[in-house]
């Protein structure tokens, strides 16, 4: 088998990285750093709403932060430009919603999870961070009404051709 | 928070990994069952993308060959001609289009700060047009970031 690269693209970084320290324009009169009394502030933290001098202001898709709201917004996983991962409860209830069948004496249990995780969870797939439609909701709650529902049907017919 | 346009998805067996092609980075949602793990990679920060050939793309073939042969000598034995026409058919078709397709590709991104083996490219074929379109956005954040810089 031959591992020779085919495609590459190479290159260092083209451009240098912009410049952190911005300009100072001061937010008010006499205005100084939370964090650094001695600096002058420049802006107010997006989410707190403490001044910051230009050596603290963190810009994240055009909003401001100052260290302290950055870093817990990054440990909450809060700020979407900084989310490390999402628990995807659409895809969980998909699964749910049609692997019991591989256990069928698991659907006492899989419908209410299905039921709790659609209701609970119905608005999650708008807030990860790349938001996703909302279908495999009652797509998992068909896997669990459909089968049962054909099955009592097959049986019904099964009867009545008996007789 | 608004819609994101893919730029690239390669189907896994235990979840996709979904590329979208930002301003200045390439942000992937790499899914592994119900977790979905993001990673950006900055324009800034890539050294290079590598595709190379995977060789689990043979092992799918030959499976794939085998397959279409066991059922056809098994519809052999039944002395069923119209069945293994139509088996030997289909055997012939999943395998030329698996040809047409080319070879599988791994993928190697190194930046600044590590390597990462995350699919960027599903075929070999797709290689070219992928880093093509990378490089032209490369390109176009290259003149911004010099003006922000300066």
Redesign the interface.
């Known amino acids: ?19 952190v320290v911005k300009p100072e324009t001061t937010v008010g009169e006499g205005g100084t750093c939370f964090f650094h009394p001695e600096n002058a502030a420049v802006v107010a933290c997006g989410d707190c709403g403490r001044f910051v001098c230009a050596l603290c202001e963190i810009e994240l898709d055009g909003r401001k932060y100052c260290p302290a709201c950055f870093e817990q917004g990054q440990t909450g996983e809060t700020i ?1 430009a900084v ?7 659409d ?2 209830a998909l ?1 749910v919603g049609w692997w019991w069948l591989l256990f069928y004496f698991t659907w006492i249990l899989a419908l209410p999870g299905v039921l709790y995780l659609a209701i609970a969870q119905w608005n999650a797939p ?6 996703r439609s909302r279908w495999r909701y009652p797509v998992a709650l068909l896997g669990l009404v459909l089968p049962p529902a054909l099955f009592v049907l097959a049986i019904l017919i099964a009867v009545r051709v008996r007789r | 928070m608004k819609r994101k346009t893919t730029f690239t998805r390669v189907r896994r067996p235990l979840g996709p990994a979904v590329w979208y092609l930002e301003s200045d980075h390439l942000l992937v949602s790499n899914q592994r069952l119900f977790w979905a793990e993001y990673h950006r990679f900055y324009f800034a920060d890539l050294r290079s993308i590598t595709f190379w050939p995977a060789p689990r793309y043979w092992i799918r073939v030959g499976l794939k060959v085998l397959l279409a042969g066991l059922i056809t000598w098994l519809m052999a034995l039944l002395n069923s001609t119209i069945a293994v026409i139509v088996v030997l058919a289909a055997g012939v078709a999943l395998v030329a289009r698996e040809l047409e397709q080319g070879p599988d590709a791994n993928t190697r991104l190194e930046t600044t700060h590590g390597i990462y083996h995350i699919p960027l490219a599903s075929r070999m074929r797709h290689g070219p047009k992928l880093l093509e379109q990378i490089a032209r956005q490369r390109a176009e954040l290259a003149p911004a970031a010099q003006a922000a810089a300066e």
């Open positions: 088998m031959c591992h020779l690269p085919l495609v590459a693209l190479a290159g260092a970084a083209q451009s240098p990285p912009p410049s979407a989310r490390q991962r999402d628990f995807l409860y895809s969980l699964a708008k807030r990860y961070l790349v938001p």
